[in-house]
């Protein structure tokens, strides 16, 4: 190098860039608080309001909230014995139709999207029910347990109505109520007081699992056969079930409600789009092809002009030819009008849950 010479730098060295930009936490936490609030708006809509109003107190009052409070406690050691022996290996996944009639439901309730935990295939799975619910407090875990064996071989309504059930149970914060029945049955002591303790809270909730399945179902008939038929509450350790024949009258009067009534609605213009979008279109039909003619030649369809009625006075002379037109067809009824048609001799919410509190006899 030549004496005096600048020597050319470069560009400074660095290391390579490891720090990412901070996830944007505020609106992560938004976004939760507007999933909150829609499941809270969508489960309004259809459970039972006594219920709900028992659920809050139950995790917010000073004697509620410490005796719910162990199921969080509890939680790890529960799922530590059920992991292998009762429970699969969360990485094997369940059938996929499952998985997509729970996110339909899902959707469809506004519910959360549970951890999908599936049983062992033995003895131990006639001691569970086909679906569970089970999670902690503040809904901080949201599980449900299902057997997809016996599930997939239900009919569809059934299995429908179930799932919408246990997806209510998590919207409608029992998951905990079931949890400590559970906890109290694998630990041999308790389970008559726990269940005693906390009937008042489970036969209330049962009330607004059985709308969840209806909404999923979309027919009281269907509805009606499903419930009858997993009405026998065989397991052991599952909460007290309110009676069939408290819980027929109120399903049925919960058919006639607003919300179903707007259900039937949307349900029914869903499927016209749906057909009308896979009716197939007749602007691309072949037009038929036309015969040439001759030149001087009268095509074989052409009016004869010689039969044609003269025209006095700008009129015709054949009496029928201003015969009546018929009447266009009424125009169908707008969106509002048939939504406020169907609304009209429906129930309130208010009007359902009180019917349903004065048969219980809770006033």
Same mark, same amino acid.
């Given at each position: 190098m030549a004496p005096g010479a600048v020597r050319a730098l470069g560009p400074p060295a660095t290391l390579p860039s490891v720090v990412q930009v901070a996830t944007d936490v505020p609106a992560l936490l938004h976004r939760r608080e507007v999933v909150a609030y829609e499941q809270r708006l969508a489960r309004v809509s259809y459970a039972y309001g006594v219920?709900?109003?028992?659920? /809050?107190?139950?995790? &917010?009052? &000073?004697? !509620?909230d410490p005796l719910i409070r162990s199921v969080d406690r509890s939680w790890n050691e529960l799922v530590a014995e059920l992991s292998g022996s009762i429970l699969q290996d969360p990485a094997r996944a369940a059938p996929v139709p499952l998985m997509e009639e729970i996110a339909r439901l899902a959707h469809m309730l506004r519910a959360p999207l549970p951890g999908l935990r599936q049983l062992v295939r033995s003895s131990h799975a006639l001691q569970w029910p086909l679906v569970a619910a089970l999670g902690t407090t503040r809904a901080a875990v949201q599980w449900l347990v299902v057997d997809s064996? *016996?599930?997939m071989a239900l009919p569809a309504h059934e299995r429908t109505f =179930? =799932? +919408? !059930? +246990?997806?209510?149970d998590l919207q409608c914060d029992h998951a905990p109520v079931i949890t400590a029945h559970l906890l109290a049955y694998r630990s041999d002591r308790g389970l008559g007081l726990v269940r005693t303790l906390l009937s008042p809270w489970a036969k209330v909730g049962m009330f607004s699992c059985d *709308? /969840? !399945? =209806?909404i999923g179902v979309g027919d009281l008939q269907l509805a009606m056969s499903a419930m009858r038929a997993h009405a026998d509450n065989t397991v052991p350790w599952l909460p007290t079930r309110a009676p069939l024949d408290m819980r027929e009258p109120a399903l049925a009067d919960f058919d006639r409600s607003t919300t179903m009534a707007r259900l039937r609605v949307l349900l029914r213009r869903q499927a016209e789009s749906n057909a009308a979008a896979e009716a197939p279109t007749v602007a691309g039909a072949p037009r038929p092809a036309q015969t040439q003619t001759p030149e001087g030649e009268t095509p074989p369809d052409a009016p004869d002009e010689s039969d044609a009625p003269t025209r006095e006075g700008g009129e015709s002379s054949d009496p029928y030819r201003h015969e009546a037109k018929p009447q266009s067809a009424a125009p169908p009824p707008s969106d509002d009008e048939e939504l406020a048609r169907a609304l009209a001799g429906a129930w309130s919410l208010a009007r359902?849950? +009180?019917?349903? &509190?004065? *048969? =219980? !006899?809770l006033l």
């Open positions: 219920d709900l109003r028992r659920s /809050a107190w139950l995790s &917010t009052s &000073t004697l !509620g064996e *016996r599930l =179930l =799932l +919408a !059930g +246990a997806l209510a *709308r /969840a !399945g =209806l359902c849950d +009180a019917r349903l &509190t004065r *048969r =219980l !006899g």
